[in-house]
């Protein structure tokens, strides 16, 4: 088949390729047809395109293939702009006052939802608070991890918890001392309350998800890989049985198709529903082009956070614990039984490190997956003992991590984790193992601007954070974290023609508004990095 020649050449400082090892530039590209067709000098380029062929000369700025986050909430981040937030709240009188606020601004008969509340806010507030602020309304409230939840004695009612209400395998409803639940509930007890919480679904996703796709285009971000859900309920539409997320995503299917590359992922919950239907990881999504199903998500612990990460030695700070194992070994048995004749890869959570063990030791007794991708992936992988961290490379398990936890965790791991901080969010380590690494943000539990995901895998520290670089013996440079943003994920997925723009590959891009020298410097300049023009498919999603 002839090359076709290229009707818009894009000059500037191109990088075709972010190679863990170093970056790969030329002067020039050539486009046509959604791909990358040429690259070289803008000679070259220009020489070999179409005659009356487009030149876009951008100058001194950057031009880089499309960013890829590895881990995001989509509908989450959606319903996030609607909802309560209280993550920047100074305190728990705040959440408290926000919640009341909320209450009063509702319609009587409406749920009133929300997320971000710490253990450290509540902890200044007497037992109770949320209760007296929430009435007689159906409130619930997200803690900022995402693994525990607050919800109002009124949607305890309607979901039937009490005070004879048993704790469910791998999960914990905490109880005042007369044993009457305080409406805080941890891992798979939020699913007892959860099928019962109105979420916004269907025509009333609609302009939320479509902002929230406008806000990842101005970022750079040309691809996402959907992360899913705890459960396969709560579905609609056609694809009502593989869970919220993915139905929610594919029932408003015209409104991302074309503008955002997205792998959306499953429940485990939802494996045999989909084996049923013949969908294996990476395929495409019927009639979308940009479009493909993901992994299915399993959760083998809990959180830092929340004090729910499966460690083998207990934590060093409040009450101390070792987490909760939300699985055992039977059962990620049965789950690598059932998605490797599939083709369905796994996307197994695990943060503590025997969480991590656990599943790693699961990957190992499982019969060998078939040629080719999907590669299963572990989510998170924030504690990982140096024995470990060699396995990724040998079972073949993508370490998917979020730069930003890092520095977002940083007090936390050293009160919590005292003693085992070098194996805390040991990047370094997995990469000269020889782990395969994609990075995500995990929004909207932290912010989804990858140019601060990029800084904090450089750096493992917010910007504003002036006590410095924090151990830095684990960082990544530049060159890594921009490929884990974009190698990373299109490598895991097995896309050979994604995540570069090398001839042959499909031509989403971005063109920045920093130099290239910007953002090698990757000082504080960094986080504010944007999109000046974004392309998916050669097709403008973004223009500044």
Known sequence: MTTPRA?????????????????????????AGGRVVSAGTRREVTDAAARGARVLDFGPQAVIPGLHDFHVHLPALARARVALQVDDAAGGAEVVARLRTAVARSQPDAWVTGRGWSEAQMASVPRGALSDAAGERLAYLSSHDGH????????????????????????????A????????????????????????????L????????????????????????????????????????????????????????????????????ASERGLSTGMPIDGRRTMRVGWAKEYADGALGSGTAALFEQRTCGDGGTGILRVDDAHLDRLFATARPAGIGLAIHAIGDRAVAAVLDAASRAEPRRPGP???????????????????????VTASFQPIHAAA???????????????????????????????????????????????????????EDGRGDWRAE????????????????????????????????????????????????????????????????GEAVHSA
């Open 7 to 31: 009707d818009t050449v894009i000059c500037g400082q191109v990088v075709t390729a972010a190679e863990p090892d170093g970056l790969v530039t030329v002067e020039s590209i050539g486009v």
């Open 148 to 175: 525990s939840a607050w919800a109002s004695p009124a949607a305890l009612r309607l979901a039937g918890v009490g005070s004879e209400t048993a704790d469910p395998a791998g999960g914990r409803i905490e109880r």
């Open 177 to 204: 001392p007369a044993g009457t639940p305080t409406g805080v509930l941890r891992e798979t007890a939020l699913d007892l309350v959860a099928p019962f919480v109105a979420e916004l679904q269907g025509a009333a």
């Open 206 to 273: 609609r302009a939320p998800l479509d902002d929230a796709l406008r806000e990842l285009a101005a970022l750079g971000l040309t691809g996402a890989s959907e992360a899913g859900d705890y459960t396969d309920r709560n579905g609609i539409g056609a694809d009502a049985a593989l869970g919220d997320s993915f139905s929610s995503l594919t029932d408003l299917g015209d409104l991302v198709d074309g503008r955002l590359r997205l792998t959306i992922g499953m429940p485990v919950d939802a494996l045999r529903a």
């Open 374 to 396: 999907p590669r299963d992936r572990m989510e998170h992988a924030q504690l990982v003992r140096r024995a470990d961290a060699r396995r990724f490379a040998e079972l073949d």
């Open 409 to 463: 965790d940083r007090d936390l791991v050293e009160t919590c984790w005292d003693g085992r901080q070098d194996d805390a969010y040991a990047w370094r380590a997995l990469v000269d193992a020889g782990a395969h690494l994609a990075a995500g943000s995990d929004a909207p539990v932290e912010s989804v601007n990858p140019w601060l995901g990029i800084f904090t895998a450089v750096h493992r520290r917010m910007p």
């Open 474 to 537: 684990q960082a990544l440079s530049v060159a890594e974290a921009l490929s884990a943003y974009t190698l990373g994920p299109a490598r895991a997925i097995g896309a050979d023609d994604e995540g570069h723009l090398r001839p042959g590959a499909k031509a989403d891009l971005v063109v920045l508004s920093a130099s290239l020298d910007e953002v090698l410097a990757a000082d504080e300049r960094l986080a504010n990095v944007r999109s000046v023009l974004t392309l998916v498919d």
